[in-house]
């Protein structure tokens, strides 16, 4: 794949990227789930690749609004996007362990899978990038 040479083009393959991950945390994790714990397995595991998904096109959408503002706009966008994130987390996290077909264990790795890959995609997508000044 071509480095990106736009904004545009740089937040096309992020979220490219993030969809990927977000398809293969739930394939190989459902699996892995299932054969675990069976069905809630399963479910976990698919919950964690939603919150991959939304969570990684978040942070694009996020970054890409907060480009067409102004550097405080910009830096203020992004770090409340980044604090909405972790309430909307820490509250979704505390109902889904209310919940009884949840296995712990299985959404646990999956969520650490999606964290870890969506850090792994913003950095390699930015550190690739042909960016200049401006565009």
Do not use: C, Y
């Not at 480095?3 to 740089?10: E, I, M, R, S, V």
């Not at 490219?16 to 976990?44: H, P, V, Y």
């Not at 209310?98 to 899978?113: K, N, S, Y």
């Amino acid at each position: 794949m071509t480095n990106p040479t736009n904004t545009n083009d740089l937040f096309k393959l992020v979220l490219k990227q993030g969809t990927l991950l977000a398809a293969a945390i739930a394939a190989l994790g459902a699996g892995m789930g299932f054969l675990i714990a069976g069905e809630n397995g399963t479910n976990s595991a698919l919950i964690g690749a939603l919150v991959a998904f939304l969570f990684n096109g978040f942070t694009a959408f996020t970054v890409w609004l907060g480009g067409k503002l102004p550097l405080g706009g910009f830096f203020g966008l992004v770090l409340g996007g980044w604090l909405v994130k972790i309430v909307l987390f820490m509250v979704a996290m505390m109902w889904l362990k209310t919940l009884d077909w949840i296995h712990g264990p299985t959404l646990f790795f999956a969520i650490v899978a999606s964290i870890l890959g969506g850090l792994t995609i913003d950095a390699l997508a930015v550190n690739r990038a042909r960016l200049t000044f401006g565009s």
